[in-house]
């Protein structure tokens, strides 16, 4: 089994600045990608951001030029810096990550998330 924690929501005003953390566990062969989605209330859940192992990303327009994804393959480990934040922000943000898992010689490959993080922008 794997599991995702995730860290480093809280409280923000408009224009500042928040570094989320989401480390995985358990028996973890390898993890290709990595992402942030968030949900609003009464919106489905959206992506934010997605990191390749070699570090290549994708940002949604509604995040690009002020949230930045990065990762840190030897601690299984994927962060989304968040400046410049603005009220429409506010969300639980989720991470994911698209994991090869073992159990004795058997492999598999999931998709496996986080419990999620409140972000709240507001002034």
């Known amino acids: 089994q794997v599991q995702l924690v995730e860290s480093g929501g809280g409280l923000v005003q408009p224009g500042g600045s928040l570094r989320l953390s989401c480390a995985a566990s358990?028996?973890?062969?390898?993890?290709?990608?990595m992402g942030w989605y968030r949900r609003t209330p009464g919106k489905q859940r959206e992506l934010a951001a997605t990191?390749?192992?070699?570090?290549?990303?994708v940002t949604t327009d509604d995040v690009k030029g002020r949230f930045t994804i990065s990762r840190d393959n030897a601690k299984n480990t994927v962060y989304l810096q968040m400046n410049s934040l603005k009220p429409e922000d506010t969300a639980v943000y989720y991470c994911?990550?698209?994991?090869?898992?073992?159990?004795?010689?058997?492999?598999?490959?999931?998709?496996?998330w986080g419990q999620g993080t409140q972000v709240t922008v507001s002034s």
């Open positions: 990191i390749t192992r070699g570090g290549s990303t």
């Open positions: 994911t990550a698209d994991v090869t898992d073992y159990s004795g010689s058997y492999y598999r490959r999931n998709d496996y």
């Open positions: 358990g028996r973890i062969f390898s993890i290709a990608v």
